[in-house]
Structures are given as C-alpha cells and as structure tokens.
C-alpha cells in the first residue's frame, strides 16, 4: 500500500462517516419533532379530559330539566295571582277615588 491509496481510502471513509452523521442527524430531528408533537397533543387531551370531568351528566341535565319545568309552573302561577292583585289593587284603588270624590 502506498501512501496515495491510503489517502484516498481515508477521504472515502470520512466522506461516509461525514453522511452517517448526517443521517444521524436527520433521524434524530425528525424524532425530536415527533415528539414534541405528542407531548403537545397529550397536553391537548388532558386539558379536554378536565373539561369533560367537569361536564354535567345526562342524569344532571334531566334532573335540571324537571326543576326548569317545575320552575315554570311556580313563575306562571306567581303571574296569575299577580293579575288578580292587581285587579283587587285597582278595585280598591276605584273604590278610593269615588269616596274621595263623593265627601
């Protein structure tokens, strides 16, 4: 072996190892991406798995359904005696001003 193909035999082997590297390097990015990736989408889940935890049932909304309901019902019966108030009121009221305006 003569030094000429020793240099050329070492410039080949640093050429591949400069693109093994180089590989390397291209493998390890794209991994690094991948996971930064699933830790963001890992830290999207469990900010929504808080947001459901903290969602109302099916049975939660029925039962506020029927207070909803229940709730209607004391309102619409709360309006009609307040009618009849006030057409006492302005009995009263009628009554008041024809025994002022009679004295």
Do not use: C, H
């Not at 193909?5 to 080949?12: D, K």
């Not at 830790?39 to 029925?62: D, G, H, W, Y």
């Amino acid at each position: 072996m003569n030094l000429e193909e020793l240099s050329f035999s070492f410039s080949a082997v640093q050429w591949l190892l400069t693109v093994a590297i180089g590989i390397y390097a291209w493998v390890i990015s794209r991994q690094a991406a991948t996971n930064s990736e699933v830790l963001e989408l890992r830290t999207r889940v469990i900010a929504l798995e808080e947001r459901v935890k903290q969602m109302p049932t099916q049975q939660q909304l029925a039962q506020l359904m029927v207070q909803l309901g229940a709730t209607e019902a004391q309102l619409n019966n709360i309006g009609i005696q307040l009618g009849a108030m006030s057409r006492r009121v302005e009995r009263i009221d009628d009554f008041l001003m024809k025994q002022r305006g009679g004295k």
